[in-house]
Structures are given as structure tokens and as C-alpha cells.
């Protein structure tokens, strides 16, 4: 694919974890049901890219979250006093940096100590980013499962949604459909 991303089924990165891509259907899809802003819709073509910038942003939340975001969380546990706590929060694909962040380079990295709670509010992640088999490939892990298989939060992870929220409920369905991560 021209874009650089990969195409590594439900299990991969997120940006990687695609089955494929076929912009025809993504135009069809979108054609007709998209928000129009003036003059024009954002339908169609524009759709088609805006589907693809949807996966480029997943896969630089992952890279930043697990390169800087991992390098700053080890820092900051190493300068602080034992006894402070570490609380994440990531809303939309900031989910995906402070997941990546625990999980570390490649998903395989770290943590000096569990951080305390963790908090993904309307995220723009594979609903099987955590778990430890996913079902369309037994055997199979989610991208960020060593999270909390490794125990890198103490206290609760708290994930949210909401009807009312049109770029997880709409727009990120749309998008991640073409993967099968969703159904509809």
C-alpha cells in the first residue's frame, strides 16, 4: 500500500492492525453519509483519505506513545519520590499513546512500577487491543494484553463510550469496519 501502513489483522499495532484496504468500498460507504460543511460534502474521495489519515494517526499515537511517551513515564518515575502516583489518562488516540506508553517499544517493553490507574475515555483503539485471545484468531493476543498481563496498572482501568460521541461512534467504525474490528 502507498501509505506505509501495514496490514497486520486485529493483533497488530494499532496503524498496523488492518486486514486490508479497499478504498472503493470505503467510497461507497461514505459517498453519501458524511458532514457537509458549506458548499461541499467530505464524502467520497475525501472520505477515502480521511479513512487512510485515521489509520496514520493510529500508528503515530503507537510510535510516539512507545517511544517518548514510554521515555518520559521512566523518567519521571525515576525523579519522583517512591511514594507518588501515576495516574494516565488518553481520550480518542491519546488512548492509544498512554497504552503505548505502558506498553513500551514494539509492545514489549517496561515499567519501573505499575503506574495507578489508568483511564481511556471514547478511545480510537481495536476493542482487541487488551485482550489475551482474540476470537477471529484463537491463539492470538491484542496488541497492548502484556498491559495487564504484566500488571503495569495497580489500582483500575476505566474505559468509556458514548452514544453521543460521532468521531468513535461513527467515524471510527466506518474506518476500522473495513478491518472487521467492529460489527456493525
Known sequence: LETDLGIGGAGAGPGGDRSGFDPQAVYQTLRDDA?????????????????LSFWRMKDRARRFGEVAGSKF????????????????MGHSFGCIVMSATLAGPRGRGRVARPVDSLALVQGALSIWSYCDDIPSTPGQPGYFHKVLADRRVRGPVLATQSVFDSATGKWYPLGAGVAGQVAF
Open 35 to 51: 458532514p457537509s460543511f458549506g458548499l461541499f460534502g467530505l464524502g467520497g474521495l475525501f472520505g477515502v483519505l480521511r479513512t
Open 73 to 88: 513515564l521512566a523518567r519521571m518515575m525515576q525523579a519522583a519520590p517512591r511514594n507518588l502516583r501515576f495516574h494516565l
